[in-house]
């Protein structure tokens, strides 16, 4: 399409290769450098119980606070950072900040569980059970206060690193979702060979192209009909009104997450939260006022 726009096009379509070439590789490089820096974040997005409204826990979405860009979404990076590898210490040390941050607020409420997000590299290294069980340990944390999310893919490439993992995992007492559950594929022998224990389903049926058709209906009824079947939760996200969430109590759905309910945000949001429904928990002080 460049070239037919004549030569000086070409150029310009080169220039911009280039460019994003170039913008590509400064990312790729300061990104190994981020974690250092302190330049990553994690938001919490709280994920509720559809008919009463209470969080059962959140899950934990990585930011990059970058010094000229300003906040990177995870879009924009994990998939740079999968195939340099830097996925790996990154995911590390959010598993630990995430472990950290749930223990502290699990000595408000005891139930509340961290779902962390987990790429197909980092499932693949057969030392991550290991990093799991150490960050567990290192805010004294039980297995069951995880949930580890991973994408349908990751199970399609039937990988005996995989299974092992997951089963080391599973011997934990975490737990796993699968992440944007229906986008994928149909074949689900899958789900009786792994240890699945969550279906989280895809925003797209929820407040995406698909919602509020008969289509995304139908969808959503069979994910939690399949739930039933294996005995797995069903967690729906992207729930972004109170229609949506109706609709999903009406189709049978327990759980759910999405900006009706809360944006993702930094900790002192879920603190504000939980000191809502628990007001036991010591409020951050207001500033003292003058003369008072
Ligand atoms: P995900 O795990 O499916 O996370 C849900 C995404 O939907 C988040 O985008 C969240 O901000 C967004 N979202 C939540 N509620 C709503 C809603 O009501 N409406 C709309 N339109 N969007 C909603 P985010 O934070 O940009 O993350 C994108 C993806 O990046 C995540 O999708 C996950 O796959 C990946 N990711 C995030 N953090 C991590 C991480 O620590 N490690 C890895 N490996 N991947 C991560
Ligand atoms: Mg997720
Ligand atoms: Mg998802
Ligand atoms: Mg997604």
């Known amino acids: ?29 300061h990104l190994q450098t981020a974690l250092d820096r302190h330049e990553l974040v994690l938001h919490y997005q709280p994920i509720v119980e559809l008919d009463t409204g209470r969080s059962t826990g959140v899950e934990a979405l990585l930011r990059w606070r970058h010094p000229d860009r300003g906040v990177v979404p995870p ?91 997951l089963r080391a995992l599973k011997a934990l007492g975490v737990a796993v979702a699968l992440d944007d559950f229906g986008t994928g594929y149909s074949a689900l022998g899958y789900l009786r060979r792994f240890p699945v224990d969550i279906l989280k389903i895809d925003r797209s049926f929820v407040s995406g192209g698909d919602a509020g058709h008969d289509d995304g209906d139908q969808l959503v009824r069979t994910i939690v009909e399949l739930g039933r079947a294996y005995a797995l939760d069903v967690v729906a996200e992207g729930i972004e009104d109170e229609g949506q969430r109706q609709r999903l109590v009406e189709l049978g759905c327990s759980h759910g997450q999405g900006f009706h309910f809360g944006r993702p945000a930094d900790e002192e949001s879920f603190d504000a939260r939980l000191a809502t429904v628990h007001p036991l928990v010591p409020r951050p002080r207001a500033p003292r006022r003058r003369g008072a």
């Open 75 to 165: 879009s924009d990076f994990i998939p740079i950072a999968e195939v340099t590898g830097a996925i790996v210490p990154i995911g590390r040390w959010v598993l630990q900040t995430a472990c950290r941050q749930i223990a502290r607020w699990r000595l408000v409420d005891p139930t509340l569980t961290m779902n962390v997000n987990v790429s197909a590299h980092q499932l693949r290294d057969p030392a991550f059970p290991e990093d799991v069980r150490r960050a567990l340990d290192a805010s004294g944390l039980p297995g069951a206060a995880l949930i580890l999310e991973i994408t349908e893919s990751v199970l399609l490439e039937d990988d005996e690193q995989t299974l092992d993992s």
């Open 1 to 29: 399409r460049a070239r037919a726009a004549g030569s000086g096009a070409v150029v310009t379509y080169d220039g911009q290769m280039r460019a994003a070439l170039l913008e590509r590789l400064e990312m790729q490089a």
